[in-house]
C-alpha cells in the first residue's frame, strides 16, 4: 500500500480544514486507516482511527468532538475533517495502514504503511 496525504496548510484558530489520503493497492478495502501528528520536538501521536468497514472510529480525547475520520473504499481514499483547530494541533499529519488490523487501532506500531505527511499550521 502506498499512501499520498494532502490538504494541510495555514488556517487561522477556530478554522477548517480537510485532510485527504490517497492509497493505491488492493489491500486498503481490507486495512484500518489511521492519522497521527507530530508536532516539533515531540513524539508522533495518534489522532484518529477507522477500521476497514468504516463502523469503528476512535479519536485522541483532544480532538474528540472537534475532528471526523472518514474513508471512501470506491475512491481508496481516507479523510480527517478538522474543525474549531487551536494552535496546539499544528504538526506535521500523517496517515497510516494497516491491514487486517481489528485491534490496537491507537497503537502507530501496528501500522504497516506510512504517507508522507502533511503540514498543518494553526495561527493564534
Known amino acids: 500500500v502506498q499512501l499520498q496525504a494532502s490538504g494541510g496548510g495555514l488556517v487561522q484558530a477556530g478554522g477548517s480544514l480537510r485532510l485527504s489520503c490517497a492509497a493505491s493497492?488492493?489491500?486498503?478495502?481490507?486495512?484500518?486507516m489511521g492519522w497521527f501528528r507530530q508536532a516539533p520536538g515531540k513524539e508522533r501521536e495518534f489522532v484518529a482511527a477507522?477500521?476497514?468497514?468504516?463502523?469503528?472510529?476512535y479519536y485522541a480525547n483532544s480532538v474528540k468532538g472537534r475532528f471526523t475520520i472518514s474513508r471512501d473504499n470506491a475512491k481508496n481514499t481516507v479523510y480527517l475533517r478538522l474543525n474549531s483547530l487551536k494552535p496546539e494541533d499544528t504538526a506535521v499529519y500523517y496517515c497510516a495502514a494497516s491491514p487486517g488490523l481489528s485491534a490496537y487501532y491507537t497503537d502507530l506500531k501496528k501500522y504497516d504503511y506510512w504517507g508522507q505527511g502533511t503540514q498543518v499550521t494553526v495561527s493564534s
Open positions: 493497492g488492493r489491500t486498503f478495502s481490507s486495512s484500518a
Open positions: 477507522i477500521t476497514w468497514s468504516g463502523t469503528g472510529r
